[in-house]
T-cell receptor, first 114, second 113 residues
Framework: DQQVKQNSPSLSVQEGRISILNCDYT??????FLWYKKYPAEGPTFLIS?????DKNEDGRFTVFLNKSAKHLSLHIVPSQPGDSAVYFC?????????????FGKGTSLLVTP | NAGVMQNPRHLVRRRGQEARLRCSPM?????VYWYRQLPEEGLKFMVY????????ESGMPKERFSAEFPKEGPSILRIQQVVRGDSAAYFC???????????FGPGTRLTVT
């Protein structure tokens, strides 16, 4: 069963505009949420994370918002740049027998056009 | 300041052969996770290891798959008697003890012919 869902397979945004990537989850026990960026034929690169006790975390052009009551989080990229074009994965985890094994969504492919 | 290293980057095996995938964690990281990504899918957890210990292998098929993280040397994911369905990208990630942030290697793309 898919505990983390990214319902938009793709998103196209103009350079300079805001990109908003969305993620929903079903397991209320998740403690941490992470966003990874992935280029083809490379491994995921960690972008930003947020603890379940917070509702916002910001790092440069990247901001993650968490709405626990809706079990929803989003990643905002402002301003978007062509180099941001990649697949973005949302992941969630909690401390368990599996350590902090990550539960991933299927990803959203972001295309930033000049 | 090397990141997570994986080799080989690409591996081609015929059905029935064995595949060995290696992962060297980041310096200072003692926890290793293996994930598999099938085409058009997200990454799926397979196994979680600490030095000399398999902590949880609940995401790994019971047969043909095994993993180890010896005291010295890289972590190894071993797939015996590979089948076409094993074709996927296999990623290793490492973390510090008690940390949730994981850093991934470039992956090994396994193709079974």
């Amino acid at each position: 069963d898919q505990q983390v869902k990214q319902n938009s397979p793709s998103l196209s945004v103009q350079e300079g505009r805001i990109s908003i990537l969305n993620c929903d989850y079903t397991n209320s026990m998740f403690d941490y949420f992470l966003w990874y960026k992935k280029y083809p034929a490379e491994g995921p690169t960690f972008l930003i994370s947020i603890s379940s006790i917070k509702d916002k975390n910001e790092d440069g052009r990247f901001t993650v918002f968490l709405n626990k009551s809706a079990k929803h989080l989003s990643l905002h990229i402002v301003p978007s740049q062509p180099g941001d074009s990649a697949v973005y994965f949302c992941a969630a985890t909690s401390n368990s027998n599996s350590g902090y094994a990550l539960n991933f969504g299927k990803g959203t492919s972001l295309l930033v056009t000049p | 300041n090397a990141g997570v290293m994986q080799n080989p980057r690409h591996l081609v095996r015929r059905r029935g052969q064995e595949a060995r995938l290696r992962c060297s964690p980041m310096k200072g990281h003692s926890h290793v996770y293996w994930y598999r990504q099938l085409p058009e899918e997200g990454l799926k957890f397979m196994v979680y290891l600490q030095k000399e210990n398999i902590i949880d292998e609940s995401g790994m098929p019971k047969e043909r798959f095994s993993a180890e993280f010896p005291k010295e040397g890289p972590s190894i994911l071993r797939i015996q008697q590979v089948v076409r369905g094993d074709s996927a990208a296999y990623f290793c990630a490492s973390s510090e003890a008690e940390a949730y942030e994981q850093y991934f290697g470039p992956g090994t793309r396994l193709t079974v012919t």
